[in-house]
Structure formats: structure tokens, C-alpha cells
């Protein structure tokens, strides 16, 4: 403090001073950091060459904690899972088993029921949600051609939730259905393919060969009328 004079009139001066002023930044969302996390997780495992089982444990017990964000979750993994080539759709697919099994097992361990409040999901609602889209994530699975052993693995995957009773049973009977519808329709196709293919080459009846594509005439099981006239018939 100091003091200035003027003409008799004295005042009084206060010096003050101002502290640095910081600007705090906003602080992300925990919620919105786990699911990042999960995705980030999860991407890792898919589009890995070979499934890591630590990394994959990791991944189902990050999304047990985050459970009552199963809207988010169910979303993250079937959206990743679309966007996904081909070839890592059958890691995509182990996942959906690990994290319904996991759920499943937290299910079936703590008798756990729908939650009081809606907005919040749990293990339950998460298998819910799960139910969704699987069939979706199967039909998108089906259409792929150039995996030979993913039909197999969709079979081997059904039967592990049939036996377990990880989904109910409408929806299970739904997948299994359109595993059938597909394989069928892959059957008839076939069959089709091999009978109109035009690149099919076909032989002219020429030096006693026959047009593969007409259906041979059986021979007259009668007497002899239809042979030409002259013509012996060896008994």
C-alpha cells in the first residue's frame, strides 16, 4: 500500500496481485472411457491372426464391470463386428460366445434377475440385448463365401449355447433355422448349377456319342416290333 498527495488530498493505493488463472478442462466421462476402452480391447482380439486367452479373459472381465452399460456394449461389438473383413469374422464370433458364456455364468452364479431400474442394465439385460442381434451377426456370418470352416464353427458355437441354455430357446431354434435355410439353399444352387451351366460342354451325336444335357430313352421292353425289319435278336 501506498500513499500519493495532491494538493493537499491524499489517497490511499492497494496493490493486489492476481493469481495465474487456470482453465480447467472438462473430465471425460468414465462411462464413455470404459466403453473406448472396451473397444479398444476388442479390436485388438479380433483382428488378432491368432486368439490370445489372457487377452480375451481381460476383454469379458472389463465388460462384466460395464455391464449396466449393455446397450453400449451390445452396440460396440456388433458394429465392430460389420465393419470387420471376412477373415476375422470367425474371432468376432468367439468373442460374442465368450462375452454370452461370461454373462451367462454371472447369471446362473448370483441368481440374478431383470433390474428394479430400467436404465441400468446387468448380466441379464446384456444377454437381452445380445439376442437382438445375433440374428444379424448370423446372417451376416452365412454370407460369407470365402472362409470354407465358418459354417462349422457357427454349428460348433450353437450347440455349445443350446447345451447351455445361454439364449432362450425361440432364439436358438431362430439360428438354427437359418443355418438350415442356408445350407439348403446352397444345396439347391449347386444342384441347379450342375444341371443349366451353359459352360458345361455337351457332345453332338456324332460316331454314337449322345448330348449329355437330353436324358437318355430307355429301351422298348416289348418284342422286337421296334428293331428295324431284318434285324436278328439274340435271345
Not at 30 to 42: G, V
Not at 216 to 222: D, E, L, M, V, Y
Amino acid at each position: 500500500m501506498f500513499r500519493v498527495g495532491c494538493k493537499g488530498i491524499q489517497a490511499e493505493f492497494k496493490i493486489v496481485t492476481l493469481k495465474p488463472f487456470l482453465i480447467s478442462r472438462p473430465t471425460q466421462d468414465p462411462m464413455a472411457s470404459a466403453i473406448e476402452t472396451f473397444e479398444t480391447m476388442l479390436k485388438e482380439v479380433v483382428t488378432s491372426k491368432r486368439l490370445s486367452t489372457s487377452k480375451m479373459s481381460s476383454l469379458s472381465e472389463h465388460a462384466l464391470k460395464y455391464m449396466k452399460m449393455d446397450t453400449q456394449l451390445v452396440s460396440t461389438l456388433f458394429l465392430t463386428h460389420k465393419a470387420l473383413p471376412s477373415s476375422n469374422k470367425v474371432n468376432s464370433l468367439y468373442v460374442f460366445d465368450a462375452l454370452a458364456r461370461a454373462a451367462k455364468h454371472q447369471v446362473t452364479k448370483r441368481k440374478l434377475t431383470l433390474p428394479t431400474e430400467p436404465d441400468k442394465g446387468n448380466p441379464v439385460t446384456f444377454l437381452l440385448k445380445m439376442e437382438g442381434v445375433l440374428d444379424g451377426l448370423f446372417k451376416d456370418l452365412l454370407a460369407v463365401t470365402d472362409v470354407p470352416e465358418m459354417k462349422e464353427k457357427m454349428k460348433k458355437v450353437l450347440d455349445i449355447w443350446s447345451k447351455a441354455g445361454t439364449f432362450s430357446t425361440d432364439v436358438l431354434t431362430r439360428l438354427s433355422d437359418l443355418a438350415k435355410e442356408s445350407e439348403q439353399d446352397q444345396v439347391a444352387n449347386r444342384a441347379q448349377t450342375s444341371v443349366t451351366d451353359p459352360r458345361r460342354p455337351t457332345k453332338s451325336p456324332v460316331n454314337g456319342t449322345v448330348d449329355s444335357s437330353t436324358p437318355p430313352i430307355a429301351p422298348p421292353t416289348g418284342a422286337s416290333a421296334s428293331l428295324p425289319t431284318g434285324v436278328a435278336c439274340t435271345p
